[in-house]
């Protein structure tokens, strides 16, 4: 034992467990979550956002993000294993079992739900967890390996954050709190569609029915193109409900056109190459647009 402890692999050992617990939230994606989820708190806010709300509100939905996660890597050890671009994760190269899993999950997740219980509010806290059980079961136990349209029914938990953020500071789900739901929903089936069509012969293997798996490619690239039409017109309806102004207007035609542009080119010319810049785009192009809106937000005062 001395001799391990002076070489330093218990201290390396345990940093690696913890990169895997950290590896099975799914960091890229619970960021993405928390920062539509904290632009929501900022534009419900008249003025700043109360600390309290903003800190623990941003806590809970984090950790209860990062729990619904690794439930999914849990359910889909199998599936990530046969995949390229999942194999690395902890569960299917044996790094963690599933009861260190689901403890984690429950210990993870049930912490956050405290946290927005008593420091934020109880609509918050329920909406929240009624997210973790559309992603964590609906979406992962029943929709994933039933349909080829599990993107487009199950982005409902996907497009939550906002909603939860506004709820944060307000209390209530109001029509704006609806609207910047919308876009997420929107947006997530075009998303996700070109990740799929670039890594289809990965779904395949896997067997999960993916659309280009279960449609064809064809069909599949016409959908990207028909749904980013579809989130086109849903990004300008913040401008038309009155809940932003021109400089948000003028952010989303601009970024809103760029998005065409790869969806009409992945219909016409399609390419592997091509698919993968649209997916890319499609993560800064969400960024950008509740960007836009915060800072229309601010300027209106």
Known sequence: MSTELLSGS???????????????????????????????????????????????????????????AAINCLVEQKIDARMRRTSWRPLPRGELTPLETVVFAGAVGGF?????????????MWLTFATFVGYAVVYTVILKPLTPQNIVIGGAS????????????????????????LIIFAWTPPHFWSLALYRTEDYARA?????????????????????????????LLPYAARMSGLPYLAAAVVLGVIYLGYAVRIHLAYSDALARRCFR?????????????????????
């Open 112 to 124: 956050g739900l405290w946290l927005l219980a008593h420091y934020v509010n109880a609509l918050t």
């Open 207 to 235: 067997g999960v029915p993916m659309l280009p798996v279960t449609h064809g490619q064809v069909y599949t690239r016409l959908q990207v193109l028909l749904y980013t039409l579809i989130l086109f017109g849903v990004s």
């Open 10 to 68: 218990a201290p390396r050992s345990w940093l690696h467990r913890a990169r895997s617990f950290y590896a099975l939230t799914k960091p890229r994606v619970v960021s993405l979550i928390v920062f539509t989820a904290v632009i929501g708190m900022m534009l419900a806010a008249p003025g700043m956002v109360p600390l309290q709300a903003l800190l623990a509100g941003t806590a809970g939905i984090a950790l209860v993000a990062g729990a619904a």
């Open 281 to 301: 785009y499609s993560i800064v192009y969400l960024a950008a647009l509740f960007a836009a809106l915060l800072v229309d937000h601010y300027l209106a005062f």
């Open 158 to 181: 996907g497009a939550m954050p906002p909603v939860l953020g506004w709820a944060a500071v307000t209390g209530e789900v109001s029509t704006e709190a609806l609207l910047l739901f």
